[in-house]
């Protein structure tokens, strides 16, 4: 019988969670398991913080866990991690156990020196505690005492072939240094020697400076492999990445958008025009240049919204809190009564005191603080604007954040001098938005005066007339456009073409009132010249039946006559008949 091929089942890849979101999503799902994982950064980069701070994830999933620094004492390690929400306080002694390995500087090497030592340590503490996952912080300390090049690689060699056969998943950090050729070589054996390898950096942009992270190597797994931009919190290491959100993330009960719901715009007028106002959960894009009234309408919309029961994180990053009170109130829409019952909050922010990535991080903690449903950001072009590398990436992790909340967001967008709808489509600002409302001037008559524009409104239908927008001590009103041989007419030219439109519709209602009056007058006549005639033809008509009845009387009367002279002769009344003829003989001579 012929021999049948023989299948293998291939062990699906286990991967360990880091608890950092970010960082498992671009590792499709988290770090190998059982493997060596590298992380290089210059000096302050954040390698033990990250390191640590997977450390106390894995321990919070129920491993235990070794650190073994080779530069830092155990005491200065657990004061650092102190500083973080993660902190070891939170921790048995024997599920993070901490050990200290310093080498000291003056130390001189003489003879051969291995790993032999450290790997006896390891398994002695592992066997001990149970510990699956380990931290050797700073190795590349330990590996400057090895004399040759070749030791590193046969050390290291060593070390990574009994971490696998342990099925122990063991963290490296040591520096990406370019001082000498050395210390490049070291990190390329490192670099070769494990499974997967991170890079923390920074990238300085004018005067912000970004930490970054880039998972440079993976063994058998996909991943991202580009530069994604981190920020280091009380939490830790925070990877700013959209994709990376979780669904964790999301507040109870708050879905992405609730096409049933909307928020009212602050503005009475402006409501119906979109179907009602704005849908919960969308964006909003308020675009113009500036001092058309961008600021007031965000105001006008946060105080909507409080009024109907939201809470308003309101970001500011063109004005301070004091400027921005009394700017909105001078034109009214007071702050004062929600910023102290504490619907309403005003988060500044500058576009140059940090990185974009920061200032979504701040965001999205300031939303999470107040419970917001409405999130006002005046301008969103601080941030993309800005020409940082990551302006985009943070713009992106911010709107996904929100929308996973459903926080219904509005955002203002700066468009300098005499830029258009069109300038804002080709800088791709308006592919954020689920509404575009585009606010301009229209100069005329030597005045410039504000219109309003529906540009486009996501599953609602919506005008797309021009609105003028009219600003009083009471607030945000919109009239209609006045259309007059193509032309757009707002303010004085409106009044003046309004006026001259009354004169001449009364010039044409009094031409209408001669006009009928004069008829009105021909008609009188031709009534009267009908009636005299009427008149006139009743004479006639009376005089006919006067002459009609007499003319009956006498045929009447002859023809009486003559029937009586025929009756008379059928008697044989021949006197008479003699009479007759005599009478006639008579009367013929």
């Not at 105001?299 to 990053?317: E, I, K, M, N, T």
């Not at 911010?398 to 258009?420: D, E, F, K």
């Amino acid at each position: 019988m012929d021999e049948q091929p023989q299948f293998h089942e291939v062990e699906a890849r286990s991967v360990l969670e880091t608890g950092i979101v970010g960082l498992d999503h671009i590792t499709g799902g988290g770090l190998p398991r059982g493997r060596v994982i590298s992380i290089f950064g210059a000096a302050g980069a954040g390698k033990t913080v990250l390191g640590l701070q997977i450390l106390a994830h894995r321990v919070s999933a129920g491993e235990r866990a070794v650190f073994i620094s080779f530069e830092q004492t155990a005491d200065s390690v657990l004061e650092d991690m102190a500083g973080f929400s993660w902190g070891a306080d939170g921790f048995a002694e024997d599920e993070l156990i901490v050990l200290e390995t310093g080498v000291p500087t003056d130390l001189h090497v003489s003879g051969r020196f291995d790993m032999q030592g450290l790997i006896a340590t390891l398994l002695a503490v592992t066997d001990a505690s149970g510990a699956t996952i380990v931290m050797l912080d700073g190795l590349n300390a330990l590996l400057s005492l090895l004399l040759e090049e070749a030791d590193e690689r046969r050390e290291l060699l060593r070390l990574t072939d009994w971490v696998r056969s342990q099925g122990l998943t063991v963290l490296i950090t040591a520096k990406a240094s370019a001082e000498n050729e050395r210390a490049r070589t070291r990190a390329e054996i490192l670099d070769y020697q494990t499974d997967c390898v991170l890079v923390l950096d920074r990238l300085q942009t004018g005067n912000a400076i970004s930490r970054t992270l880039q998972v440079t190597k993976y063994r058998g797994a996909a991943h991202i492999g580009h530069i994604v931009p981190v920020v280091m919190t009380n939490n830790g290491v925070e990877v700013v990445i959209a994709g990376g959100l979780a669904s964790e993330t999301l507040a109870p009960g708050a879905p992405a958008s609730r096409p049933d719901q909307r928020m009212p715009t602050g503005v009475e007028e402006l409501d119906p025009l979109l179907g009602g106002g704005y849908l919960v959960g969308s964006r909003t894009l308020l675009s113009g240049a500036p001092g058309t009234s961008k600021s007031t309408l965000a105001a006008a919309f946060s105080l909507a919204v409080v009024q109907d029961g939201g809470r308003v994180l309101y970001v500011s990053f063109d004005e301070v809190r004091a400027q921005l009170e009394l700017h909105t109130a001078s034109v009214g829409y007071s702050f004062r009564e929600p910023l102290e019952n504490g619907s309403l909050r005003i988060l500044e922010e500058s576009a140059s005191g940090g990185t974009p990535e920061e200032s979504a991080l701040r965001i999205v903690r300031a939303v999470d603080d107040l419970g917001a449903n409405a999130v006002v950001i005046d301008p969103v072009s601080a941030l993309t604007g800005s020409g940082h590398p990551f302006a985009d990436e943070a713009l992106s992790y911010l709107l996904t954040s929100l929308s996973q909340r459903g926080v219904t967001v509005l955002l203002t967008s700066l468009l300098h001098g005499a830029a258009t709808v069109d300038e804002a489509t080709k800088s791709n600002i308006s592919t954020i938005a689920d509404n575009w409302i585009h606010l301009t001037y229209i100069a005329n008559g030597g005045e410039r005066n504000r219109a309003l524009t529906i540009v486009k409104s996501r599953a609602t239908a919506h005008t797309n007339q021009v609105r003028e927008l009219v600003i009083t001590s009471e607030g945000i009103e919109l009239r209609p456009a006045y259309v007059a041989d193509g032309d757009v007419l707002l303010g004085s030219a409106r009044a003046q073409k309004e006026e001259q439109d009354r004169t001449e519709a009364w010039l044409r209602a009094v031409e209408y009132e001669r006009g009928e009056a004069e008829i009105l007058a021909s008609m009188a006549e031709l009534e009267g010249r009908i009636s005299g005639l009427g008149n006139e033809v009743d004479l006639r008509r009376r005089d006919l039946e006067r002459l009609r009845t007499t003319r009956d009387g006498a045929l009447e009367r002859t023809a009486t006559a003559l029937e009586a002279r025929v009756a008379a002769r059928r008697s044989g009344n021949l006197a008479n008949d003699g009479d007759l003829a005599n009478d006639g003989e008579g009367a013929h001579e």
